[in-house]
């Protein structure tokens, strides 16, 4: 393997090892990290806007202490854990959320996590899970607003 590889698998591992050291350097250098759930972030709008995406992950080896205090033991447990990990601080560098209509755990915890977290930028996307015409209007019109609200955190149009 060249120097080269090496270095760069090197990097990869301190990354994966250490999640959310590398935002923490971004945000250092003075960029705005956003946070989104699940794959249906829509990362491609939110590098365009010239924020940083960062998906949110939880860690199951970690027990759910203090989520429970805001979320019924009902909703699910990825989701908990992710919030859990958001109130113990390992995600103390987001300047925001991107929140997606995913499940109805994402769905009806949109408000503890926006009033809990209290972060300077939230945007809940509510994403369709249809692909009939009106639900593809529907989307664009979705994007679009996320686009707008992107813009002001910003203050840049894209």
Known sequence: MTEQKT?????????????GSRARELKAAGKKIIGYLSALGPVEIMTAAGVVPFRLKGNAS??????????ETIVCPVVRNIFEQALRGNYEFLEGMVLPHQCDSIDRTDDVWADTLNLPYWHYLNVPHVTDDPS????????????ASLEKLTGKKR
Request: no cysteine; aromatic share 14%; charged share 25%.
């Open 136 to 147: 593809i209007e529907f989307m664009k019109q979705i994007l679009r607003l996320l686009v």
């Open 62 to 71: 970690e027990a759910i202490t203090q989520g429970d205090a805001y979320m």
């Open 7 to 19: 270095n760069g698998l090197a990097t990869a591992a301190k990354y994966y090892r250490d999640y």
